[in-house]
């Protein structure tokens, strides 16, 4: 019977980290004791940390980074923290996708901190009748810090369900061709509308990624040597070499050592070596947010400019170009085969594209 089989559907969860609800250090205070509560992102002993955290840097850090989001907050309607903005046209523009190749597949966004929460959107697929839950994270590279600490929190919600999904985890696509051709896209169409950066006469081009403290890597956490194979194979397809562009770690928190070498004291190094222009990247990630729109096109261009640069070019992250929406479908696709697709029937697909854009009209 087509109705009743139509309840067993395939749903496609885009999980990215998550962001305040508001620019305010009221609204900034639960997201970052939420964030840094968790023992995947400080691995500090847990009472030592708490003190560390609740009388130290929750009460300073709150104010402080209100500010920073108040200055990239997107207005309007449709605005809201670039994070969550950006992330929530990738799902839809990916359900989208979907149902134009006929594909009878529900997705959504949830954040792993903040809102729209992971337990709220579980539910609402739950109520829409999965089946079949793909976790795909908008993190193209591996980290315990972001995708484990994700992967974690869903076992935690479904661990409560008498009637659980089948259940497929994405764990990473730092180097899946369609990932860095879209990356690839994303610079050279800069390029086209704002010239080529000069790179026999010493320009340069940075891949900044988030960092992680060193001693994850020497724990045996696999970001490092990835975030190091999405920056080769995007600088071989861009055809630049290894002075040409080069991969930094940006975002330092704390006074431990992280991944080297760092952005700032980079660019700020290129500046004083009066470097004629700086084009700057952040390929690990996928939507702009409070890191690269802040952080790198604000903070970071003022110490190349202030060290003596020249020109400082900051390319946006993917967003929605159209590039990275095939690239997610089709990441999305790599790990979906094998799963039965319904319906089997016009009929069936013709209601399943009416729930389907009913449920986006309620989101
Ligand atoms: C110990 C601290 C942190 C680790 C480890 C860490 C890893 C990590 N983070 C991202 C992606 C994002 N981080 C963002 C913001 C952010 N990150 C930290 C700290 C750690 N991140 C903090 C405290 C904050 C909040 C802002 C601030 O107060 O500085 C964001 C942006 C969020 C937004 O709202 O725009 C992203 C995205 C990755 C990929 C990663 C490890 C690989
Ligand atoms: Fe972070
Ligand atoms: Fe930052």
Known sequence: MAIARQALRTAVLLVNLGTPDAPTAAAVKPYLKQFLSDPRVVEIPKLIWWCILNLIILPIRSGASAKKYASIWLNGPDGGSPLLVYSKKQSQALEQKFLAQGKDVLVDLAMRYG?????????????????????????????????????????????????????????HYHDHPEYINALKEQVESYWQTNGRPDFAGGDKLLFSFHGVPKRTLDKGDPYHCECHKTGRLLREALGLTSEQAMVTFQSRFGKAEWLKPYTAPTVKSLGEKKTKRLDIFCPGFPADCLETLEEIAMEVRDDFLTAGGGEYHYISCLNTNPAWISGLAEIAADHLAGWPQLPESPEALALSIQRATELAAKK
């Open 115 to 171: 809102n729209p929460s992971l337990e709220s959107v579980l539910d609402r697929l739950q109520k829409a009748g999965m089946e079949r839950l793909l976790v795909l994270p908008l993190y193209p590279q591996y980290s315990a810090t972001t995708t484990a600490s994700t992967f974690d929190e869903i076992f935690r919600i479904i661990s409560k369900w008498r009637n659980q999904p089948e259940l497929r985890l994405v764990k």
